[in-house]
């Protein structure tokens, strides 16, 4: 059963920064999408960053000049690199991977770090 595994999470004051990593365990042959959703109690989940195979990168707005995300296609992995953390960054982030290029629901989702940032 292929899985994804998320760390890097936890307790940072704001202005601070943190790096999620995402790798996978077991059998994910084809990864062209890899992205990071987060996801607030009681809210949708929300689209944080994205990369595909072919270097296409997106960012929501809120994260913009903030977040960088990075993948290692060697070791399947993808990175969240996150600056000027913010109290409104509090959220578990999910990480999740596809084999297609333009994804709206990714079809392996790892289950979620926290991370909390205290002002």
């Known amino acids: 059963q292929a899985q994804l595994v998320e760390s890097g999470g936890g307790l940072v004051q704001a202005g601070g920064s943190l790096r999620l990593s995402c790798a996978s365990s077991?059998?994910?042959?084809?990864?062209?999408?890899m992205g990071w959703w987060r996801q607030i109690p009681g809210k949708p989940r929300e689209r944080v960053a994205s990369i595909t195979r072919g270097g296409v990168i997106t960012y929501a707005d809120s994260v913009k000049g903030r977040f960088t995300i990075s993948r290692d296609d060697d070791k399947k992995m993808v990175y969240l690199h996150m600056d000027n953390l913010k109290p409104e960054d509090t959220a578990v982030y999910y990480c999740?991977?596809?084999?297609?290029?333009?994804?709206?629901?990714?079809?392996?989702w790892g289950q979620g770090t926290q991370v909390t940032v205290f002002s």
């Open positions: 999740a991977f596809d084999p297609h290029s333009e994804v709206i629901l990714p079809h392996y």
């Open positions: 077991g059998s994910i042959f084809d990864v062209n999408f």
